[in-house]
């Protein structure tokens, strides 16, 4: 039944009941892309295991979320159960062998795997504004802080950071407003506001250093299985806005490191979008369109994503558009919305003249679903009710020492447990604020030298590259006004900012960037 290059869903059954044909999943149409729907308990979860096992053993490393805490058992072997026994012979399933797979666990709190971090620089501006639901007037804020932080070699990695550079830009408002546009105190203080909201939401452990490399989730095992990143997203859920943004970030990185490969005989990465109508829900026309944009241009990357929801109209038609493999399972039809879901569900289907989908759909049990994926030259294959296999996993998930041991074990253990904070805008402003400060104090006590003092500070406040001298010269000799301002930069000043330009340079990013994170040169 098992064919090579090929991953086994299930078997579909004619309408009388009986057995019709094993229904596969073909690994060059991998990174097609998917979509698996259906209503609550219909089995979305398990299809999602399932498919995550038959890419692992392919040697594609897989990531996924695990938003009720079930799916974790994909690291245990599977137990013998009546049920699973019962589907297995049905199907003809034989031999059904008990298996664990290698999995890494990811948390973006680090309570239940390895810290996932990014930095404000990897996530850019339009990330960031999707983040904080800002408007217009704040996301052109936003983009002028990410601009000064580039001339101003200032690395934005944390919280802190953003809001050390914000509090300067309100300070110097109307000299900056000169040279980047008008810059609104009020759209700086509402910034300022909705980065408390995210601290106290628990966004202070995703942004940071060690930052994830994408390389982590993509390893595969001495036995050339691929790994399996779970991502625990219990308590993330509790912040749909940051779990949409985080899975949608780490899509626009895959597209940004990963090279053009066209279609390989099998994806280098399979993406899993578990709740993926939390991406979609109050999102901007232009980011919807980004996310079409990522979703038709990383396949040519090798990466397949698969998004999971309830229903198929949680997913913008552009979107749905290129998802090639489809898994439906039951939904209900009760209200206008459900039964217009349905409509669309059928719709999107090559037709089978055996049965009605639309009528199907709302009958379907438990562990049962219409499967229709992609064959020669990447047409669908025509609709079949299938009875989806059963894991050879663990079904439900493993203890809290299980998962305590997995980590341990981890090929990632120790890399990003702990935090690391490295010089960055928070620092180097403090310090270049702090002297400012003593400078200024010192003016005020010099009365009895002031063209040595004035030889010793040149007479102009300090400024960031690129911003020119905001007040005048003194007159040689003249005593020079008290500022509490920056002063102009040292050579030792200057020095940390090549340094910090050159660490900059290094990451590979620009702090100006798209929703795709491409580096524009």
């Known amino acids: ?210 930052a994830l490399k994408i390389t982590d989730i993509m390893r595969t095992t001495r036995d050339g299985r691929g790994a399996i990143s779970v991502l625990a997203a219990d308590k993330l859920m509790m912040n749909p806005r940051l779990y949409g943004t985080f899975l949608l970030w780490l899509m626009s990185e895959l597209f940004e490191q990963l090279p053009e490969i066209g279609d390989p005989e099998k994806p280098k990465l399979v993406f899993f979008f578990d709740e993926a109508h939390l991406l979609f829900n109050d999102a901007p026309k232009v980011l919807v369109e980004r996310v079409e944009q990522v979703v038709r241009l990383i396949r040519s990357k090798g990466v397949g994503v698969y998004f999971v929801t309830q229903n198929p109209l949680d997913v913008p038609e552009t979107v749905l558009a290129q998802l090639g493999n489809r898994v439906q399972h039951a939904l209900r039809a009760y209200t206008p919305r459900e039964q217009k879901a349905v409509k669309t569900a059928a719709d999107t289907f090559r037709p089978n003249p055996d049965f009605d989908c639309a009528t199907v759909i709302t009958n379907l049990g438990t562990g049962e679903a219409l499967v229709s994926t992609l064959e020669a030259k990447g047409a669908p294959s025509m609709v079949e009710r ?70 010793s500070t040149g007479g102009s406040r300090w400024t960031l590259p690129g911003f020119g001298n905001d007040e005048p010269t003194a007159p040689t000799g003249a005593k020079p006004k008290p500022r509490s301002g920056y002063q102009r930069e040292t050579v030792a000043e200057a020095a940390m900012k090549s340094v910090a330009r050159t660490v900059a340079s290094s990451l590979g990013r620009a702090l100006v960037r798209g929703i795709l994170g491409s580096l524009r040169r």
């Not at 399932?50 to 690291?75: H, M, T």
């Not at 990410?146 to 309100?170: E, S, T, V």
């Not at 690391?420 to 006590?445: C, G, H, M, P, V």
Request: glycine share 10%; proline share 4%; aromatic share 8%.
């Open 386 to 455: 299938t009875l989806i296999r059963p894991p050879s996993s663990r079904l439900g998930p493993i203890t809290e020492a299980e998962r305590a041991n997995l980590m341990k074990i981890s090929p990632v253990s120790g890399l990003y447990d702990e935090d690391f904070d490295r010089e960055s805008a928070y620092e180097i402003l403090a310090a270049r604020a702090a002297k400012a400060t003593q400078q200024a104090e010192a003016a005020r006590n010099e009365d009895e030298q002031p063209a040595e003092q004035d030889a």
């Open 1 to 210: 039944m098992l064919q090579d290059g090929k991953l086994y869903i299930g078997t579909s059954r004619k309408p009388d009941d009986t057995i019709n044909k094993g229904e596969y999943l073909d690994l060059k149409f991998g990174n097609r892309h998917g979509l698996i729907t259906g209503a609550t308990g219909t089995g979305k979860t398990v299809t999602l295991q399932i498919l995550a096992e038959g890419f692992s053993n392919a040697g594609v490393p897989v990531f996924c979320a695990d938003v009720k805490g079930d799916l974790s058992g994909i690291g245990a072997v599977g137990e013998p159960k009546d049920f699973l026994q019962k589907r297995a012979t049905e199907i003809g399933l034989d031999p059904y062998d008990f298996q664990e797979f290698p999995v890494i666990f990811w948390d973006l709190y680090g309570e239940k795997g390895h810290r996932v971090r990014t930095t404000m620089t990897e996530m850019g501006p339009l990330l960031l504004s999707r983040l904080m639901n800002a408007t217009d007037a704040q996301e052109g804020v936003l983009n002028i802080a990410f601009k000064i932080a580039d001339q101003g070699g200032l690395a934005l990695l944390d919280l802190k950071d953003l809001q050390a550079l914000l509090n300067y830009m309100g300070e110097n408002a109307t000299a900056l407003s000169n040279q980047y546009g008008f810059i609104s105190k009020s759209s700086v203080g509402s910034i300022q506001r909705e980065l408390l909201i995210l601290e106290q939401q628990g966004a202070q452990h995703f942004f940071g250093e060690p």
